[in-house]
């Protein structure tokens, strides 16, 4: 079982940035995949960003070169960081975990954080 607490999200002007968190109860090097995923108002729940236990990290073409994603091993944390935001952003904001155990995969979803972006 792994539980997500998201945290950072907020009302900032288009430009502006916010760092999201995500603190995970179990070990994150131990977690094969940490990601980030948004909600739009009216639309599915979409992949913005994803950093495997490797390191590698893969982003969604909307938000290449703006979003970063990064995660700290000791603090079992991983971390969104959003530069140059647009009001498109706005959505509520998931971190999931894969965890693969034994060949089966299992995913964990936080409670979502909100950002808005005003123009």
């Known amino acids: 079982q792994v539980q997500l607490v998201e945290s950072g999200g907020g009302l900032v002007q288009a430009g502006g940035s916010l760092r999201l968190s995500c603190a995970s109860s179990r070990s994150i090097f131990s977690i094969n995949t940490m990601a980030w995923y948004r909600q739009a108002p009216g639309k599915q729940r979409e992949l913005v960003a994803a950093?495997?236990?490797?390191?590698?990290?893969n982003y969604a073409d909307s938000w290449k070169g703006r979003f970063t994603i990064s995660r700290d091993n000791a603090k079992n944390t991983v971390y969104l960081q959003m530069n140059s935001l647009k009001p498109e952003d706005t959505a509520v904001y998931y971190c999931n975990a894969r965890l693969d155990l034994g060949g089966h995969e299992y995913y964990y979803w936080g409670q979502g954080t909100q950002v808005t972006v005003s123009s």
């Open positions: 950093i495997a236990g490797s390191g590698t990290t």
